[in-house]
């Protein structure tokens, strides 16, 4: 589902915008800006670096999981896959 509010918000938002409504902005609104939304250490982030095109993770991509670099949950990798 949340996938689907991305590809709908791509449509009139720049990549940027999204990015921070998903982040830093919910950290705000959540009142948690201190620990959650930024790369940094002491905060909270789980983290999905893709390759490539970022918009190829969307559901209609058949191949979205091969483009997955790494994982990390709570500052910890939990998947890296080689090129």
């Known amino acids: 589902m949340q996938s689907q509010e991305f590809s709908i918000r791509a449509q009139v938002l720049p990549a940027a915008d999204i990015v921070a409504s998903a982040t830093v902005n919910s950290a705000k609104l959540l009142r948690m800006e201190s620990k959650v939304g930024w ?33 990390m949950k709570d500052g910890v990798t939990i998947c890296s896959r080689p090129n």
């Open 39 to 71: 790369i940094e250490p002491d905060t909270i982030a789980d983290l999905t670096a893709v390759r490539g095109n970022r918009s190829c993770m969307s559901r209609c991509c058949p191949d979205r999981e091969k483009k997955i670099a790494t994982i």
